[in-house]
């Protein structure tokens, strides 16, 4: 069965380092979509990509993300300038369309020092 | 923006009984979806029910539907030790109302099932 698969799992950085957050979501999906869970608190949506452009952001999703689908199986999540409360559970999802099923890859837990 | 907001926050039961978790949730949707996740794991997708719909089945799960009341009830029936996770449900048109929303999620229902 596809999956959405993600890279890497754990990822340790100082903080003021970029990072990038790696994705190969479904390969027939059109939607992609970056989500991040603190610990012990709610998933909350960051953002959704569609025809190679941002569809939607949330309030969390500041000028420190960008999102980048660099060739057809690709997408990722890069965070310029990490802070300790980046320090999460990044889900990367993808879905046929907009309104249907959104299936998430494992997640990457990103650790800021 | 819209909340899901799941009850109870922890319930834990026997094996073999039957798991009720509901969700109530603030503003228009087009579809709610349940996940699962289990401790320190991605979300598996479980049941996505159409704002047009009351009712649906899927194995042992069957999840409602009622928009007057804002609100979403999981039922997972002949429970199981491996069922044992968190439980979320998940709205979409809490963003601009386009065709790729963000879901919004709830804080979940952490489901213990006793062997």
């Known amino acids: 069965e596809p999956e959405v698969t993600q890279t890497p799992s754990h990822q340790v950085t100082q903080m003021g380092q970029e990072v990038i957050l790696r994705c190969v979501p479904i390969?027939?999906?059109?939607?992609f979509y970056w989500y991040r869970q603190i610990l012990g608190q709610k998933v909350e949506f960051l953002v959704s990509?569609?025809?190679?452009?941002?569809?939607?952001k949330s309030e969390i999703f500041d000028d420190q993300f960008s999102v980048e689908r660099p060739d057809g199986s690709n997408f990722t999540l890069k965070i310029r300038s990490t802070k300790l409360e980046d320090s999460a559970m990044y889900f990367c999802?993808?879905?046929?369309?907009?309104?249907?099923?959104?299936?998430f890859g494992p997640g990457t837990r990103l650790t800021v020092t | 923006s819209q909340q899901g907001e799941e009850d109870p926050q922890a319930l834990s039961i026997q094996e073999g009984e039957n798991a009720t978790m509901n969700c109530s949730y603030k503003?228009?949707?087009?579809?709610l979806q349940w996940y699962r996740q289990n401790s320190g794991r991605g979300l598996v997708h479980l049941i996505l029910?159409?704002?047009?719909?009351r009712e649906k089945h899927s194995g042992r799960l069957r999840v409602t539907l009622d928009t007057s009341k804002k609100s979403s009830s999981l039922l997972i029936t002949a429970s199981r030790a491996a069922d044992t996770a968190s439980y979320f449900c998940?709205?979409?048109?809490?963003?601009?109302?386009?065709?790729?929303?963000?879901?919004?999620f709830g804080k979940g229902t952490h489901l213990i099932i006793q062997p």
């Open positions: 999802a993808s879905s046929v369309y907009g309104p249907n099923e959104q299936y």
């Open positions: 390969s027939n999906h059109l939607y």
């Open positions: 990509f569609y025809n190679n452009e941002i569809s939607e």
């Open positions: 503003t228009s949707i087009n579809n």
């Open positions: 029910i159409r704002s047009n719909e």
């Open positions: 998940a709205t979409d048109g809490g963003y601009s109302g386009g065709g790729a929303d963000g879901l919004t």
